[in-house]
């Protein structure tokens, strides 16, 4: 079992900075691949970035790539999102993710999910 706790997030000014931070519990954290999503309101769900439990393979959607980058620190049980250069379109619900699989973060099938945390950008 793994739980997710979600922090960080808030309102921010286009071309600002954040980072959302996804601290887990349990001892077996270091072997799970994480992932960040976002919903925004009337939108699908969107698969942001992902990373192996090595932290040695990364994807990055197109939106964000070269913006937003994926870390982990698997001694502090805790996954990373630092967001730069902030558009008023990344608005959103984020949510990370944990699953064994790196395929099946990316799939957004994971049983283990945060609670969720607001981003709003404004213009």
């Known amino acids: 079992q793994v739980q997710l706790v979600q922090s960080g997030g808030g309102l921010v000014q286009a071309g600002g900075s954040l980072r959302l931070s996804c601290a887990a519990s349990?001892?077996?954290?270091?072997?799970?691949?994480t992932g960040w999503f976002r919903q925004a309101p009337g939108k699908e769900r969107e698969l942001l970035a992902a990373i192996s439990w090595s932290g040695g393979s990364t994807y990055y959607a197109d939106s964000v790539k070269g913006r937003f980058t994926i870390s982990r620190d698997n001694a502090k049980n805790t996954v990373y999102l630092q967001m730069n250069s902030l558009k008023p379109e990344d608005t959103a619900l984020y949510y990370c993710?944990?699953?064994?699989?790196?395929?099946?973060?990316?799939?957004?099938?994971?049983?283990?999910w945060g609670q969720g945390t607001q981003v709003t950008v404004s213009s």
């Open positions: 349990g001892r077996t954290f270091s072997i799970y691949a």
């Open positions: 993710t944990a699953d064994r699989l790196l395929r099946t973060v990316v799939a957004g099938t994971s049983d283990y």
